[in-house]
Nanobody, 124 residues
Framework: QLQLVESGGGLVQPGGSLRLSCAASGSTLDRYGIGWFRQAPGKEREGVLCISTTGEATNYVDSVKGRFTISRDNAKNTVYLQMNSLKPEDTAVYYC?????????????????WGQGTQVTVSS
């Protein structure tokens, strides 16, 4: 069974950068599409970016285009979310999730495995 653990969150000033990591255990990550989702206080969880087993990335939020990138290192069994030019509206708990069929989806219910999340706070 795939287990996912996020790390790398924290407090950052507007305009700063963070790199989130999603480390997998229990299975090899190269079998799964991996999505990053976020949930801000009082809002629904939303898909941000996803990367398929072939390395194709899909963006689900227009506001992060050009600022966030997703990548995977199968040798390290880890997927990364690089976040640059952070804005206060990026503040949320960020989750990574695994999708068995290896592709991508922006729908939460398509994902089979979830991490516990990591808090990202963008504030001066």
């Amino acid at each position: 069974q795939l287990q996912l653990v996020e790390s790398g969150g924290g407090l950052v000033q507007p305009g700063g950068s963070l790199r989130l990591s999603c480390a997998a255990s229990g299975s090899t990550l190269d079998r799964y599409g991996i999505g990053w989702f976020r949930q801000a206080p009082g809002k629904e969880r939303e898909g941000v970016l996803c990367i398929s087993t072939t390395g194709e990335a899909t963006n689900y939020v227009d506001s992060v285009k050009g600022r966030f990138t997703i990548s995977r290192d199968n040798a390290k069994n880890t997927v990364y979310l690089q976040m640059n030019s952070l804005k206060p509206e990026d503040t949320a708990v960020y989750y990574c999730a695994g999708l068995r069929f290896g592709g991508c989806s922006g729908y939460l219910k398509m994902y089979n495995y979830w991490g516990q999340g990591t808090q990202v706070t963008v504030s001066s």
